[in-house]
């Protein structure tokens, strides 16, 4: 399989071309940041998760349509301690002051000298890029849509903040590594400093959609191959992602070059609207402005371009945190802990083996719906869930994270499981339905419950571990623009893909699938010709 990859990579919109001898070629891309830009962002779709919600596998929510999310309030008043930020503004960094859902503003302290560049809706970046609509934010960039008037064209400018300007930022370091010869920046001074600024492709919803914007199996299939396939265009060139997750990945668009901006704004939102624009102004109620916009705007949903969205084909993002695995030392990694392996998550230890565990748990969550919550102790849990007690090698490191056990919660009426287990294949987990034996052996501190969710999820599934319980529920399909259907996977397709996880899923980093093994696992083998299979690839 990997004799058959021959790579033409650009950073910003990193292609592969895979060439078979009864196929044509077919390009896989991953970009630099569009929507969810850094592991840092904070949204109001993170802060709503309850951090006591044990980690099992939930199913896609549907799509909400402007009429189920109230925004007709978005900003609250209250009484500011006395160390308050100098901004009335909708923070997503303070829980329980602004309730506001789906806020996706940036953090108004970071308008500052070395932070975010003021923008305004209709501003002319390079003296050509008309300002149209803002497309994401994170700690370190803002990202905004758009129309380039000489060519009507549509793109998507990524502004770093100033502190992260320079000759030395990942994107620009990692383009010259990887041959890009289109790669196109430009600097802008303001009053905050001197930022780069990315010229980009226009990028959709993230894949955390993907299930409701397809309506078969052979489509998710393909898209985890995707993804596994412009992995491997960045660990043969010797670069770890770091921050690989759901948000960092998102759905290509076909061009909207023809729409005009009041066609974009018909379909995404006014940004002008209450809806979309926040006023800024200082305690004392003067002007914000120079360092500060006069207003902050919220993020467009891509999913209302839905009849624009490439179902087929998706792109990496957020290479603000990549590094040169020769540079392991220096790196500077801040990735979501629910997507963290192991090692990075108790040893601060970062590699290629890192970027695939964070690969398998995208994959999880693409077939199975699972999510990963954002905190130390929920991916710990979450890992002893799957996969079984830590090893010993890790444990002395999670004294500081787990709280004490409740011990009352330990004693309780367990049902022998055994009429749980699947009679048709080995049970490699058989602790998860041991509890006398392995109880003190787990690490989270609500034991009866996760057992209790163990329990059920092999009752209802017939199988012997919960990753291929995961598996074997139904999977839901569709909703955005499609009708809803239901699919079951076949027992060997649950064997097979549970394997390859597994096998991507060690403990130990160093016994975890390279790259091109995983591109080799016979799932992942068919995984690649449906995509190739799948009408529109390539388009």
């Keep these: ?98 309730l506001q859902r789906g806020m996706n503003v940036e953090h108004i302290e970071l308008y500052r000298p070395g932070g975010f560049h003021p923008v305004h809706i209709g501003d002319k970046l390079d003296g050509k890029y008309e300002v149209v609509h803002k497309l994401g934010n994170g700690k370190s960039a803002t990202v905004w849509l758009c129309h380039e008037n000489e060519l009507q064209q549509w793109k998507a400018i990524k502004i770093l903040t100033a502190s992260k300007s320079s000759e030395e930022c990942p994107e620009l370091k990692f383009s010259a590594a990887l041959r890009d010869s289109s790669h196109r920046h430009f600097w802008i001074d303001g009053p905050n400093g001197r930022h780069i600024a990315f010229v980009l492709p226009v990028l959709g919803p993230s894949i955390s959609t993907t299930r409701s914007l397809v ?39 076909h061009s909207i070059d023809s729409l005009s901006k009041e066609q974009v704004w018909e379909l995404l939102g006014s940004p002008y609207s209450h809806k979309y624009r926040i006023p800024v102004s200082t305690i004392k109620g003067d002007d914000p402005r120079p360092h500060t916009p006069g207003y902050l705007v919220r993020s467009a949903d891509m999913r209302r371009l839905q009849d624009w969205v490439n179902r087929d084909e998706v792109a990496i993002i957020g290479l603000s945190n990549a ?51 954002d905190s130390a102790i929920d991916a710990l849990t979450t890992m002893e869930y ?37 009679e048709h294949h080995e049970n490699p987990w058989s602790a998860f339905i041991d509890v006398e034996e392995l109880e003190e052996d787990y690490l989270q501190w609500k034991p009866r419950e996760l057992h209790v969710l163990r329990r059920r999820m092999l009752k209802k599934t017939g199988c012997s571990d919960l990753l291929n319980a995961s598996l074997a529920l139904h999977v839901e399909l569709g909703g955005i623009g499609l009708p809803r259907t239901t699919f079951k ?32 696992h016979p799932w992942m083998a068919r995984a690649l010709n449906a995509l190739f299979r799948y009408p529109g690839f390539g388009a």
């Design 386 to 422: 799957y996969l079984g007690p830590l090893p010993e090698e890790y444990r002395q490191y999670c004294v500081e994270l787990t709280p004490p056990r409740d011990e009352s919660d330990v004693e309780w009426d367990w049902e022998d499981p055994e009429e749980d287990v699947d």
């Design 489 to 520: 996977r076949s027992q060997p397709e649950i064997l097979q893909l549970s394997d390859l996880l597994r096998r991507m899923l060690q403990y130990r980093r160093e016994q975890r699938l390279r790259i091109g093994e995983v591109l080799d």
């Design 215 to 253: 309506s078969g199996i052979d489509a998710i299939n393909g898209i985890c191959a995707s993804l596994a396939t412009s992995l491997h265009v960045l660990h043969d060139r010797g670069i770890c992602h770091g921050n690989l997750r759901p948000s960092n990945v998102l759905h290509k668009m």
């Design 1 to 98: 399989m990997i004799s058959r990859l021959c790579t033409v990579a650009s950073l910003s919109y990193l292609t592969v071309a895979v060439v078979d001898s009864a196929l044509s070629s077919y390009a896989l891309t991953s970009s630099t940041k569009l929507n969810d830009l850094d592991a840092e962002q904070v949204t109001s779709t993170d802060s709503d998760k309850d951090i006591e919600t044990p980690p099992v596998a939930n199913m896609e929510k549907g799509y909400e349509n402007e009429s189920d999310v109230n925004t007709d309030t978005v900003l609250c008043t209250i009484n500011p301690p006395p160390d308050a930020p100098r901004f009335h503004h909708p923070s997503p960094y303070r829980d329980g002051e602004f």
């Design 323 to 373: 590094f040169d695995i020769a540079d392991t030392g220096k790196a500077k990694v801040s990735i979501q802990e629910g997507y963290a392996a192991p090692e990075v998550l108790l040893k601060g230890e970062y590699g290629l083996e890192s970027d695939i565990w964070s690969l398998a748990y995208i994959i999880l969550h693409l077939q199975a719906g699972a999510y990963f919550e």
